[in-house]
């Protein structure tokens, strides 16, 4: 994206997929656009976006229908004012409250246990489930090679796992995983597996993640297997 005006623009992205049938399968792990985008006059930015579309796509009658063979991933990108924010925080609020999810985040409680607990932050702790090799740590602008599963924190409830397909990978450290995951993962070794304990702020934040029906205001934990650092 480019800003091609003389002023400042914050604004913020919604999206579609085509066809609309596809969009059930469409799953985001990451994306700029939970997130308000500001760019300075004339500056241009990559927005990085991680999805995957769930195996079923190819199983769906309607699209079997359509023959369809390709799915399309649409962005606006809307400048949100001060009273547009407003109003969108407002919609937002009301959403989320007529949906029953929490209105503030929630205590985030310090996992317990004497041995294997890293303290990163006030919001977020390692837990380490087993040694690495002490060797190949993840660093900042690194590419990392993990199997990853995320849970909810209060109830257990496994919303992501790459265990029994192909590793995720990332760079390390620059903002492209959300952020309690990003600082809970600088340091780890290859062969570690930690388990990242994060509050709702250092995770999906008010937002939450539709994709997986996380709510606005929800902790949650990674699992991060560490299988390669380059």
């Known amino acids: 994206a480019k800003n091609n005006s003389s002023r400042v623009i914050t604004g913020i992205s919604t999206y579609n997929v085509t066809p609309f049938e596809a969009g059930a399968y469409f799953n985001k792990i990451q994306c700029f656009c939970f997130d308000e985008q500001t760019l300075n006059p004339g500056e241009e930015l990559d927005m990085p976006v991680f ?136 340091g780890m070794s290859e062969g570690e597996v930690s388990k990242i304990h994060m509050s709702s702020t250092k995770g999906y934040g008010k937002q939450g993640n539709r994709s997986w029906d996380i709510p606005g205001h929800t902790n949650i934990n990674f699992e991060i297997e560490v299988m390669a650092v380059r």
């Open 51 to 186: 999805f995957y579309i769930d195996p079923e796509f190819a199983l769906d009658a309607t699209l079997v229908k359509l023959a369809c063979a390709d799915v399309s991933l649409h962005y606006t990108f809307f400048d949100t004012e001060e009273p547009k924010k407003m109003f969108v925080e407002f919609a937002r609020d009301l959403k989320s409250y007529f949906k029953g999810d929490a209105q503030s985040p929630p205590p985030f409680t310090v996992p317990e246990g004497e041995e294997g607990i890293v303290k990163i932050n006030d919001q977020v702790y390692k837990e380490v489930l087993r040694k690495g090799y002490d060797k190949d740590f993840i660093y900042p602008g690194c590419t990392a090679v993990v199997h990853v599963t995320g849970t909810v924190a209060d109830t257990g409830k496994i919303f992501w796992s790459t265990k029994g397909g192909s590793p995720f990978q990332y760079k390390a450290g620059i903002g492209n995983v959300i952020a309690g995951w990003d600082e809970g993962c600088l």
